[in-house]
């Protein structure tokens, strides 16, 4: 009791005149037994009554007129006697861990400086939204490459440069090609002394892809002179003549230069495995004979 009857004599002392005005209405316009913070954070004794003079009496944590220096001279002393436990009263300012003067309550970017722009409006800023173009609230970034899973080109491979050589949508690093096969040109069928049909081997699983094609070259020599014809296949669209586990032997219809012509001598075609429209693996040439 002579705690809180310290306090009160202190406050008064520190500007808050005991009138019987004063008493029935405190600075922000309520009466005391409208004011029940303190009795609510359940404070006894000293404690009870430095939380009064400070959040009820004075309403240091409402009034902009009140007196500063008495207010930190009572919350002072209930810091002392509380061992660092605060006023109820009083909320501890929000952070502003990046120091943009934004909030962290209300950052978009707690962590990095921004300007608060949000393009795809997933209330995470474009300065560290893991995909600024594509909605994605959650940040998921199963491979831990710095690009959300909404807009990562492989989700599960990390690969930040987000390469993606051919253009397809999907990145380099997770993209599944064909299997790599030396491919050979096995025979030519001559029909009415003209190529008809150019015979290759290449990998069955090549038959399933539709970008895989065969860039064939076949050169000859015809009463002295060199003739050459070239032609590029998809090999989904040749036929296929036979199958031996992994091996495929397919027709390529020929259709360009049809003035390539039967010769005694032997043919020598070359065949280079494209994908995309770039070389996959290496050409192969051999000497052909044809039928």
Known sequence: MKTLIAALISCAALGFLMSPAAIAQTPDGQTPADETVCEEAELGGALKGLCNAYCE??????????????????????????????????????????????????DNCAYTPNDQADGDGDNVGDACD?????????????????????????PADANSDQADGDGDGEGDACETGPVEYLVQVDSISIVDGLVSDVWVVVAA????????????????????????????TLVSSTTLLAMDQGDALVSVAWTTDPNLTHSPEAYTACVQAMVDGQPFGVVNCNGVGTF
């Open 57 to 106: 009496a004075m309403d240091c944590d409402a009034d902009p007129n009140a007196n500063i220096n008495a207010c930190e001279s009572v919350h002072g002393k209930f810091l002392k006697k509380s061992g660092g436990i605060e006023l109820p009263c009083v909320v501890p300012p929000v952070p502003d861990t990046d120091g943009d003067n934004v909030p962290d309550d209300v």
């Open 130 to 154: 893991n995909c600024p173009q594509t909605g994605n609230s959650d940040q998921a970034d199963l491979d831990l490459d710095g690009i959300g899973d909404a807009c990562d080109n492989c």
């Open 205 to 232: 699983e090549w038959l399933e892809s539709d970008v895989v094609s065969l860039a064939i070259s076949i050169t000859g020599i015809n009463g002295g002179f060199r003739e050459h014809g070239s032609q590029e």
